[in-house]
């Protein structure tokens, strides 16, 4: 199979230059990034068909092997209306992102900040368990009501549910 | 004509029905109608395909009448026509409690009228690449379902969504670039994309290329099922979906792609060549993603880690590759879904019921509405592993498989296992007694629907902290079913399919097993598709 080199050097350039805008925090870059990769793997495709100044269409008397491959050209076909449709829809996400929030960056997720800034220590975890944990006693006092036998001081406005 | 003939009808069906809601964009009622009565009769068509799989073998349906290699051709076997099966009936009840949802709400129009088309869309798009014998079908199928996922993950368009979007389309789009790149390059290695060519023609490839192009595709469908190293974009961008859209896509968008590397490591690159890898990161995506679970207070994060954890399951089932290895998987996948999804729906009605889904918030639940502990105590024993349900018996198979194995990785594998296993029983167990068995008095700033109702009203005084923005979504709107029928009964019927995965684990099993004995065969598979004798 002959390959041409230009396209192959095209493709590189388009890998290397779509990567480095996904590897960007403005989404309108991550978005040409994403554009560029889909056209390295078109190209990267259309090259599979092998070189060039083949027969594209039907030519009588022409030998099987000198038609160039066809196959290729209908999966890039297919793949450039996806990539199509999905920078029509990054698009939308943009714009909107751009509405609310007036950004164009890729925010951080605020409950991974709430979960990574927590303390180690859980209340209700790692709370002193009373020694006796059971709410029936034999002695027919009053149970004491669960939580607030383990509860610290800042839980000691908490009303009670005994009416 | 046999049964296998009616496999296009699961592509095609859900696409009319996707049409037909588009058109009734303002009859909500009526679409409604269309997308249950379509989805139905798509899972009865499959049911019968199911039924009629173990005894017709492998088919090939050849669309548009084309002979493989060239044409495209939709392949049933008793591993693709199970997941048909799952896939839809948890599809389904996904999409009468969304509807139920929306009718408890009573929002008849607004923007969540796209819900029906996309969902369908999404369906087809999951049963494309279940039944397809082609890669770039594969792929195409793949963008279907994505695109209908990126539109369900922003409905709405919230800040959230959108920002939780933004992460998952961009991802979700890298993982088909390398899937395209891949098909590019095994199109220039072999000529054909055609799996049942591909696996007869691969074997005489180079075996550095073959390791490359082995690679490429794993990479890129690790992403998509979410293992490990691959995995860090789930647990963002799920859980802010509605939750039906969360249920849906943690039931069935990962497996899709845990389908796809099946698919790879036994028809295109057969072999224990990267076995070693495969085991090591199934053991790192059960460790790390339960861990990861226990740091969480949200719910639909917590299930999210869960899920992750869980894909290492099937992971470690592939990577063993004997027959039972891979017949447990096939069953864990099954499993899976349901419980999986079930845990979820249920995360929607507690978010329903004490108005969020942080369990700090959260108490005195299994007392307000026991119905709800109940169905959230089986799927989540189902998800530890308890005997009788059918997760032990996944479980109880992989590690049956790894200790049949022998070697001192396979044993570290079963004690990761294992280990996973109990520790989604403490997380589960967390959540229970936070949300379900403390007095609601005793969370953190609980919101006013968990204590409001306590006793008709008397003691809404108690919440603390209540400002007029925390009374939830329900706030103005009076009066509010908490708990619809609409809504708790596709759950109730999810939770009962997660206990019939044990009732009827016998045949299950065996049908498993030999979809696994089909797979590792793999003669059956090209057979059907390029005629006999065509490998060799």
């Given at each position: ?14 890998f290397a230059a779509g990567i480095y805008l996904l590897l960007e925090r403005s989404l309108t870059r991550v978005l040409l990034g994403l554009i560029l990769l ?16 083949k027969s594209p269409l039907y030519v009588s008397g022409t030998p099987a092997e000198d038609y160039t491959d066809s196959l290729p050209q209908a999966l890039i ?87 | ?536």
């Amino acid at each position: 199979m002959t390959v041409d080199i230009t396209l192959i050097v095209l493709m590189a350039v388009f890998f290397a230059a779509g990567i480095y805008l996904l590897l960007e925090r403005s989404l309108t870059r991550v978005l040409l990034g994403l554009i560029l990769l889909g056209n390295g793997a078109n190209i990267l495709l259309l090259s599979m068909s092998g070189g060039g100044g083949k027969s594209p269409l039907y030519v009588s008397g022409t030998p099987a092997e000198d038609y160039t491959d066809s196959l290729p050209q209908a999966l890039i076909l297919t793949a450039i209306v996806i990539t199509f449709a999905v920078t029509a829809f990054m698009l939308g996400i943009i714009y909107r992102s751009w509405v609310l929030g007036r950004q164009d960056d890729v925010q951080d997720d605020p409950e991974d900040r709430r979960v990574a800034d927590q303390p180690s220590y859980d209340y209700e975890d790692d709370a002193d368990i009373a020694a006796d944990t059971t709410e029936f006693s034999d002695d027919g006092s009053a149970p004491e009501p669960a939580g607030t036998s383990a509860s610290g001081g800042d839980r000691a406005d908490r009303p009670e549910d005994t009416p | 004509m046999i049964a296998a003939d009616l496999a296009p009808l699961a592509v095609v069906l859900p696409f009319l029905g996707a049409a037909v809601t588009f058109l009734l964009l303002r009859h909500s009622r009526a679409q409604r109608a269309v997308s249950i009565t379509t989805l139905s009769i798509t899972l009865l068509i499959e049911v019968v395909m199911l039924l009629a799989a173990p005894s017709a073998g492998t088919h090939a349906v050849r669309l548009g009448g084309w002979a493989p290699p060239f044409g495209i051709v939709l392949v049933v076997d008793q591993f693709s026509a199970l997941m048909l099966v799952v896939s839809s009936a948890v599809s389904l009840a996904v999409l009468i409690y969304a509807a139920g949802q929306g009718m408890a709400d009573g929002d008849e129009d607004g923007p969540v009228s796209i819900f029906h088309p996309t969902y369908l869309i999404l369906v087809a798009g999951v049963s494309n690449a279940f039944l397809t014998g082609d890669l770039f079908n594969l792929y195409v199928g793949f963008e279907i379902l994505l695109t209908a996922s990126y539109v369900l993950m922003t409905l709405g368009g919230t800040a959230p969504r959108i920002r939780a979007g933004v992460t998952y389309v961009v991802v979700s789009v890298v993982s088909s670039m390398l899937f395209l790149i891949a098909i590019a390059m095994i199109y220039g290695a072999t000529g054909t994309v055609n799996m049942a060519d591909l696996a007869v023609k691969l074997e005489s490839v180079d075996p550095a290329t073959q390791l490359v192009l082995h690679l490429m595709l794993l990479v890129a469908f690790g992403i998509k099922a979410a293992v490990f190293p691959l995995s860090f974009w789930l647990p963002d961008s799920y859980p802010t979906a509605p939750a039906p859209v969360t249920a849906v896509f943690a039931g069935l968008l990962t497996k899709v792609g845990v389908y796809a590397m099946v698919r790879v490591e036994t028809l295109l690159f057969p072999g224990d060549r990267i076995n070693t890898l495969l085991m090591v990161v199934a053991l790192l995506t059960m460790i790390v993603g339960i861990l990861g679970a226990l740091a969480q207070s949200d719910l639909k994060r917590l299930l999210s880690f869960t899920l992750v954890s869980h894909i290492g399951y099937m992971v470690f089932g592939l990577a063993i590759s004997t027959r039972i290895g891979l017949g447990a998987a096939v069953y864990y996948v099954a499993h899976h879904i349901t419980v999986q999804t079930s845990l979820f729906l249920v995360t929607g009605l507690i978010e329903r019921r004490g108005g969020t889904a942080n369990m700090d918030r959260l108490g005195g639940l299994a007392k307000l509405s026991p119905l709800l502990g109940i169905l959230f105590f089986l799927p989540a024993m189902n998800l530890a592993g308890i005997p009788p349900f059918s997760g032990f018996l996944g479980k109880l198979g992989l590690i049956q498989a790894g200790v049949e194995l022998g070697t001192p990785l396979a044993y570290v594998l079963v004690a990761g296992g294992v280990l996973t296993s109990l520790l989604t029983l403490l997380v589960m167990a967390r959540v229970w007694n936070r949300a379900f068995w403390r007095s609601p008095a005793d969370a953190e700033d609980p919101d006013p629907i968990l204590l409001a109702s306590k006793a008709d009203g008397s003691s809404v005084g108690t919440s603390r902290h209540v400002t007029g923005e925390e009374t939830g979504k329900f706030a103005g709107k009076d009066p509010v079913t908490l708990l619809p029928g609409t809504m708790t009964g596709p759950t109730i019927g999810l939770v009962a399919l997660g206990l019939a995965l044990t009732l009827l684990a016998g045949p299950l099993f065996t049908l498993s097993d030999d979809a696994a004995q089909e797979m590792l065969d793999r003669t059956p598979y090209i057979e059907a598709v390029l005629g006999v004798g065509a490998d060799g």
